[in-house]
């Protein structure tokens, strides 16, 4: 049965991780009875239990000992995937589920899929698409010609090693230039002020509606590298090493170049129309930064060196709802680049895509 293997492999490249015991043998093949694999999505676990329904044991048994297994969790969503050539109808009753309550702390999934007919069969008031799972599914059909069985840790390295090969730079060079040019300025900035007695930088470089309505259209670059305080550089440098790392990595340095530029234009442009300026700092292309981690979890459906797509939509929220809780946030220009980054990023995608092609 090659769809337990494929559809296993795809699980793997997507970061479920198996789970001791719940595997009838690591030979993965048409002989697998069960596999289990989980994944932690935010704040919610994804169990996905693989079952064989065509050999000769108690399927319904052992899936009742998965729930229970589960049930030790806070939060889980149970997907039970029975496969089988030929479903009967006492498999179709037992995965006929009606769903109550989402809010209970285990949420039970039974789909059924026919490998003969490739077909994923859901029945009852239950989802039949949960966290891109439906997907993998369709994507495991056997498409004709043999497959072997294999190993469950051949399939675990060859998981690692592909995603090792999404990996576009071996270093965070740009990341930290930047870091750099935006410390050197905040420093000359610091000793150029007072000699000035004023914030001639700033007046000179931030964005502000009028300067750059009368033609000082530079402002929404020069104000980038601008910070009001070391306090505020500081932030803002730990957060360009935390999302600026891993979008150079994984996008590349040309990708990371236009994705911060650009995000950090978008946020001065609507920081000028709502707010009118002055402002300054990189925390705009920044928040581009996490809108392209953001788009790239979703897209390809896998986490960036811990975030996912879950993680990043609550550093967002929390970020742009604090700003309006606070004084002297540009909220409007995280706004403005983290709707930039989001575009910007899947252009990027879009682009890569066409050249890999």
């Given amino acids: 049965m090659s769809f337990i293997k494929n559809f296993t492999e795809k699980l793997l490249e997507s970061e479920y991780r198996p789970i001791a015991n719940f595997y009838s043998s690591k030979n993965i093949g048409e002989n697998t009875e069960h596999l289990g694999l989980i994944k932690q ?5 994804y169990g996905v239990v693989i079952i064989n329904a065509d050999l000769k044991y108690d399927y319904k048994g052992f899936y009742k000992d998965v729930l229970s297994f589960f049930s030790q969790l806070k939060k889980v969503i149970v997907i039970g995937v029975f496969v089988s050539c030929n479903p009967q109808d006492e498999l179709i009753k037992f995965t006929t589920n009606n769903i109550e309550d989402y809010q209970e702390s285990i949420i039970d999934v039974r789909w ?7 077909k994923l069969i859901v029945n009852g008031e239950q989802p039949d698409k949960i966290l891109e799972i439906d997907r993998l ?3 495991s059909f056997h498409n004709g010609g043999y497959t072997v069985s294999q190993d469950l840790n051949t399939l675990q390295q060859k998981s690692i090693e592909k995603r090792q090969k999404q990996i576009r730079s071996s270093n ?9 040019i935006n410390g050197a300025i905040e420093l000359f900035s610091f000793f150029a002020d007072l000699n000035l007695n004023g914030n001639f ?6 964005v502000e509606r009028n300067s750059i309505i009368s033609g000082q259209w530079y402002r929404l670059i020069t104000y980038m590298f601008i910070h009001g305080s070391l306090n505020h550089y500081l932030g ?5 090493y935390i999302f600026g790392s891993r979008i150079e990595r994984y996008y590349g340095k040309k990708s990371m170049i236009i994705i911060y530029f650009v995000s950090g234009i978008g946020a001065g442009v609507l920081s000028m129309i709502c707010n009118g300026g002055p402002a300054v700092g990189a925390s705009g292309a920044i928040f581009g930064l996490m809108a392209g981690i953001l788009t790239y979890t979703r897209v390809k459906n896998c986490s960036m060196e811990g975030f996912d797509n879950y993680l990043m939509i609550i550093f967002a929220v929390v970020g742009i709802f604090s700003g309006f809780l606070m004084d002297n946030v540009d909220n409007w220009g995280h706004i403005g680049g983290f709707i930039t980054g989001i575009i910007t990023s899947l252009v990027v995608m879009r682009g890569d895509k066409d050249e890999s092609v």
């Fill in 236 to 240: 803002n440098a730990l957060s360009l």
């Fill in 137 to 139: 599914i369709k994507e």
């Fill in 201 to 206: 930088i700033i007046n000179s470089c931030a």
């Fill in 41 to 45: 999505a935010g704040t919610i676990a």
């Fill in 172 to 180: 965070i060079a740009l990341t930290l230039a930047l870091i750099f």
């Fill in 112 to 118: 059924t899929v026919d490998i003969t007919q490739n």
